[in-house]
């Protein structure tokens, strides 16, 4: 298991640390962030000639990676470092589906890492006097429009969910399209964070909200939470479990059984996911009423541009828009029609 606290060289582990401690991004997120600044790394050192050119990037070490080295990075080397990325980066390399070239929002991922690094040299460490990566830009990512269940999908859904863990399982599917949580979230709740009809989440950046539970989630909860208390818990803590080993559910065990029961209600689990179903949440009660500035707080949304692209899903509503306007009823006038009009002011 990485651990950028031994595995990253001191100029990346403060930058991680900074995150990490002064941030409060989550340790996910900082070993991400070390994930793609290792790699940069590694390429740099390849494409510098500082070592053997047919070494395998996996192999070379960056713990020589030191502030000569980091000051003397510049755009061109991160442009070149995006041509391998996007050409030559093996994906899935062990897997049956393995292939070259990063999609554009994993580069545009690795591209934040280096910018973020380059930014904290520049004005929290103050090691270096100008920002090279300033005017580093981003790949182009495509606006895609989020996959989402309608209703009677969603119903389906919930009346599909059976088998030996069907109260956890449709407690959890039940937050997901009532609540619209991320997986991270979900997994991460503890039963304490259940409080009567709210709900605490800890969301991106160990960021704290509180969601109200309507009626469904909260007979969902009393269900599970009635099973759930004649179990022996190894995790005391943790709100959902697996039945197996006691311990808190994992993110693969989620995506599993999301997986399991869209297959089962004859909907196409190669097309949605755990995360579709958050997207579920936010249109269906965007379609209800709920005004875009609300569903920012419901969903956890640090800007309210993340959470305008769900007021672009519902056709029905842009239809009924464009109805609405008072000039959608006004056509243009044939020659007849102003031939007969010229003739009877003639008349």
């Known amino acids: 298991m990485t651990d950028y606290r031994t595995d990253a060289p001191p100029i990346l582990r403060d930058f991680l640390v900074y995150h990490e401690t002064i941030q409060g991004h989550s340790r996910r997120t900082v070993d991400e962030y070390f994930l793609d600044l290792r790699n940069f790394f590694r390429f740099l050192k390849l494409d510098k000639g500082r070592v053997a ?29 995006m041509n391998y990325l996007s050409r030559d980066r093996i994906v899935h390399p062990n897997s049956p589906d393995a292939h070259s070239g990063l999609s554009a929002p994993a580069r545009a991922r690795k591209v934040a890492a280096i910018r973020s690094f380059y930014k904290y040299l520049t004005n929290k460490a103050k090691l270096i006097s100008e920002n090279p990566m300033q005017d580093l830009d981003s790949p182009h990512l495509r606006k895609s429009l989020p996959r989402y269940l309608d209703l009677e999908e969603s119903v389906s859904l919930l009346d599909h969910v059976d088998g030996a863990n069907q109260a956890r399982d449709y407690c959890i599917l039940t937050l997901f399209l009532n609540c619209g949580l991320r997986i991270s979230e979900l997994v991460g709740l503890n039963v304490t964070d259940v409080r009567g009809n709210q709900l605490r989440v800890l969301g991106k950046g160990n960021k704290e909200r509180m969601l109200f539970l309507n ?14 208390s004649m179990l022996t818990l190894v995790d005391q803590n943790a709100l959902f479990v697996t039945l197996q080993n006691r311990r808190r559910i994992s993110r693969a065990a989620v995506h599993k059984l999301v997986k399991k029961h ?64 008072p000039l959608g009823k006004v056509k243009k006038r044939g020659k007849l029609e102003e031939n007969k009009e010229n003739e009877g002011e003639k008349m």
């Open 215 to 228: 009626e469904a989630c909260q007979s969902a909860l009393e269900d599970w939470l009635t099973e759930r």
């Open 262 to 325: 869209l297959a089962a209600a004859g909907l196409d689990s190669t097309q949605y996911s755990a995360h579709k179903l958050r997207h579920t949440a936010a249109t269906l009660m965007l379609q209800n009423g709920v005004d875009v500035r609300t569903l920012q707080e419901v969903l956890g949304h640090d800007h309210l541009n993340t959470t305008q692209i769900y007021t672009h899903v519902d056709n029905d509503d842009l239809r009924t828009a464009a109805r609405a306007n």
């Open 53 to 81: 050119r047919n070494t395998p990037l996996d192999q070379i070490s960056i713990d020589d990676v030191d502030l000569e080295l980091v000051g003397s990075v510049t755009l061109s080397d991160v442009y070149s470092y």
